[in-house]
């Protein structure tokens, strides 16, 4: 297994730009989710989707949209990128079931907009 | 607001000795506590975790303590080695809920 896959690594985008994250996991997860990692801040949810077709706001959704058409992939879409938007975009997977909430996390990609 | 806290940003420690990491909440709902452990340009990977059920969950070096009435939790590692400098990151989630909710981390440091 593969886990959790995140391309690209590593992006630079110019302010107004738009540009896909892409996420996919291996494991049959029915769970998946986005966050941003900010110096000091430590992991905040952008998004997250409890299975295909279903998808919710985390806690800090503004500037980004997801859509989960199949169990497999996550994408995380900024329409018109700003600066403070640079960050580190992790992507994370978990089964379902109250027993089970270890998620498991992609390697990230690190996003810079000038 | 925020409703899991790392008080310490770092903390360093001599190689056989015990790490202490602390995390503290305010959340009442929170039910299940989870360690990560970040290396640099990695994704955090799953440590340990605990029930609010239970007191202590142990998994070889590590052992997980949560307080409930002090809405506090720590993480134990004994002993500790240089491969376990990192960044401990401690995520709390709500009963009927997956999100997690993460703390600052804390960078740890083994000195051999």
């Known amino acids: 297994n593969a886990g959790v896959t995140q391309t690209p690594k590593f992006q630079v985008l110019k302010t107004g730009q738009s540009m896909t994250l892409q996420c996919a996991q291996d494991?049959?997860?029915?769970?998946m989710s986005w966050y941003r990692q900010d110096p000091g801040m430590g992991l905040r949810l952008i998004h997250y989707s409890v299975g295909a077709g279903i998808t919710d706001q985390g806690e800090v959704p503004n500037g980004y949209n997801v859509s989960r058409s199949t169990t497999e992939d996550f994408p995380l879409r900024l329409l018109s990128a700003a600066p403070s938007q640079t960050s580190v975009y992790f992507c994370a997977s978990s089964r379902q079931g109250r027993e089970h909430r270890e998620q498991y996390f992609g390697p990230g990609t690190r996003l810079t907009v000038t | 607001d925020q409703q899991v806290k790392q008080n310490s940003p770092s903390l360093s420690v001599q190689e056989g000795r015990i790490s202490i990491l602390n995390c503290d909440y305010t959340?009442?709902?929170?039910?299940?506590f989870l360690w990560y452990k970040k290396y640099p340009a990695e994704g955090p990977t799953f440590l340990i975790s605990?029930?609010?059920?239970?007191d202590k969950n142990e998994d070889g070096r590590f052992t997980v303590f949560l307080n409930k009435s002090a809405k506090h939790l720590s993480l134990h590692i004994v002993p500790s080695q240089p491969g376990d400098s990192a960044v401990y990151f401690c995520a709390a989630s709500a009963r009927s809920s997956y999100k997690l909710i993460f703390g600052s981390g804390t960078r740890l440091l083994v000195r051999p």
């Open positions: 494991m049959n997860h029915e769970y």
């Open positions: 959340n009442s709902m929170f039910d299940y």
């Open positions: 605990i029930s609010s059920i239970k």
